[in-house]
Nanobody
Framework: QVQLVESGGGLVQAGGSLRLSCAAS????????VGWFRQAPGEEREFVGA???????????YYADSVKGRFTISRDNAKKMVYLQMNSLKPEDTAVYYC???????????????????WGQGTQVTVSS
């Protein structure tokens, strides 16, 4: 079992930055695929980005077009942490952000929430205009 706990959300003005953190438990977390999703009120859960293990310390990152160039996913396996650095935030980035993980190092579709076995409780991000 893996437990995920997000933190770092809050209120920020448009153009600002936030860094979300996701703390994970589990002994072999370094090879897990991890993803970030977000959900705005009345909307479906939306893919933000994902990071999958390749070999050794090599990971591949995938991002939604809407955040590419502004958001960056990283991880610190020694601390069992995953981060989402969000820059140049826009009001449309307002949502609850969720961290997700799956024990498979390769997933057929990283954008689908159903591909991930473990989820955090979410953290609210609000971007004011």
């Amino acid at each position: 079992q893996v437990q995920l706990v997000e933190s770092g959300g809050g209120l920020v003005q448009a153009g600002g930055s936030l860094r979300l953190s996701c703390a994970a438990s589990g002994r072999t977390f370094s090879t897990y695929s991890v993803g970030w999703f977000r959900q705005a009120p009345g909307e479906e859960r939306e893919f933000v980005g994902a990071l999958r293990w390749s070999s050794g310390s090599t990971y591949y990152a995938y991002y939604a077009d809407s955040v590419k160039g502004r958001f960056t996913i990283s991880r610190d396996n020694a601390k069992k942490m995953v981060y989402l650095q969000m820059n140049s935030l826009k009001p449309e980035d307002t949502a609850v952000y969720y961290c997700a993980a799956d024990p498979r190092s390769r997933i057929s579709d990283y954008t689908r929430p159903t591909q991930y076995d473990y989820w955090g409780q979410g953290t609210q991000v609000t971007v004011s205009s």
